[in-house]
């Protein structure tokens, strides 16, 4: 199945990541948590299809997609910075193994938070975020998608580290095991993972090794 969506707007959330606002079509559903391959409505880019995540919560009467723009390279993201509202996206069925399994432990890195923003405001909605934590890495403070609205949804269980800023105002320390083993209170509780594929890979090994249950730990396969 493939829909044609205009983009109704577009705004800033950090300095290299844009939510897009588009129309929602009629019946549409999707889980939070789940994508969709996306492409843009234009000659040269319509065979192009990239997943991207939805943050927005399923009831409401559009769709949000929290894309980090690429601008490096001459890439389908750079190309989405560069669209106006009106422009139009093909957009397709959703999918994906990222979904609320009970309460636990959220940990991401970088643009890895977008599966588990509509589940963490699902959860918030519905008053069910008190038993979770989410680790959150990024390079530097600035690039800390969503900050306030995770602090205000999480408070103290909102918890960030930034590897390459050393003078900022939060934790610096890699999620690693050692960070795990300190952190970490419950390890029978659920896991969910995303980042790049790399650090999904070395975290859901260390859970693993640390007593996590295999079939606890969610992420993309």
Known sequence: ???????????????????????????????PGQATELSINQPQW???????????????????????????HPGVTNHLGELQVGDELILREAWGAIEYKGPGYFIAGGAGITPFIAILRQLYKEGKLEDNILFFSNKTDDDIILADELKTMLGENARFTTTQQ?????????????????????????FYVCGPDPMVAEITETLTKLGANADAIVFEK
């Open 1 to 31: 199945m493939e829909q044609i969506v205009r983009i109704l707007d577009i705004h800033n959330v950090t300095h290299n990541v844009k939510q897009f606002i588009v129309e929602k079509p009629d019946g549409f559903t999707f889980t």
């Open 46 to 72: 319509e065979g192009q299809r990239n997943p991207f995540t939805f943050t927005c919560l399923t009831d409401e009467h559009y769709l949000e997609f929290t894309i980090k723009i690429y601008s490096d």
């Open 166 to 190: 050393k003078d900022g105002k939060n934790d610096h320390r890699r999620i690693d095991g050692e960070f795990l083993k300190a952190e970490v209170k419950d390890f029978n509780k659920h």
